[in-house]
C-alpha cells in the first residue's frame, strides 16, 4: 500500500485533501482510542510527513512512477527533436497543457539504451510526458 492509498487519496489530490483525510485517520487510528491500530497510526503518520511537503512529494510520485510500467496521467509521446533546446541552461522543455513547462537536463537523455523510453512529470500538474526513444 502506497502512501496515497493510506490516507484514502491519489496522487491528483490536492494537499487540503490529502490534509482533511489525515485529520481523520488520525483521529480514527491513535493509539489513546485504540491500542491495536499503533502499527495503521505510524504509517498515516509518515505518509502525512512525505505528502505535506511538496519537494517530498515530487519524489515519491517519481519513485511511484518508476515501479509501474504503465500511467494513466500522460499528456502527450514526443520525440526530443519535438522539445525545445534551451542551449544555455542544457535543458530541454515542452508544453504542458496546465500552462507550465515539462523540462528534462540534457544530461538525464543520455542513456544506456535508446530503446527506452523517459517519462517525466511536470512541475506544476500531475500530468507526465513522456520522450520516445532517442
Same mark, same amino acid.
Given at each position: 500500500?502506497?502512501? @496515497? ?15 482533511? *483525510?489525515?485529520? +481523520? ?15 495503521? @497510526? ?18 515519491y510520485?517519481?519513485?511511484?512512477? +518508476? ?5 494513466? *496521467? ?7 527533436? #519535438? ?8 535543458? @530541454? ?8 513547462? @515539462?523540462?528534462?537536463?540534457?544530461? #538525464?537523455?543520455e542513456?544506456d539504451? +535508446? #530503446?527506452?523510453?523517459i517519462?517525466i512529470?511536470?512541475d506544476?500538474? +500531475? ?8
Open positions: 500500500m502506497n502512501h @496515497f492509498e493510506i490516507l484514502n487519496c491519489n496522487v491528483n489530490s490536492t494537499l487540503e485533501e490529502i490534509k482533511e *483525510n489525515y485529520k +481523520s485517520l488520525i483521529l480514527k487510528y491513535h493509539p489513546d482510542k485504540n491500542s491495536e491500530h499503533q502499527e495503521m @497510526f505510524l504509517k498515516i503518520n509518515e505518509a502525512w510527513n512525505i505528502l505535506k511537503d511538496e519537494k517530498e512529494r515530487k519524489l510520485e517519481s519513485q511511484l512512477l +518508476s515501479q509501474q510500467q504503465t500511467h494513466m *496521467n500522460i499528456y502527450k509521446s514526443v520525440s526530443l527533436s #519535438d522539445m525545445e533546446h534551451k542551449g544555455e541552461s542544457q535543458m @530541454f522543455t515542452y508544453p504542458c497543457r496546465c500552462g507550465a513547462e @515539462f523540462c528534462i537536463e540534457e544530461q #538525464d537523455t542513456g539504451s +535508446s #530503446d527506452d523510453n517519462l512529470a511536470c506544476t500538474c +500531475s500530468l507526465l510526458l513522456e520522450i520516445t526513444a532517442r
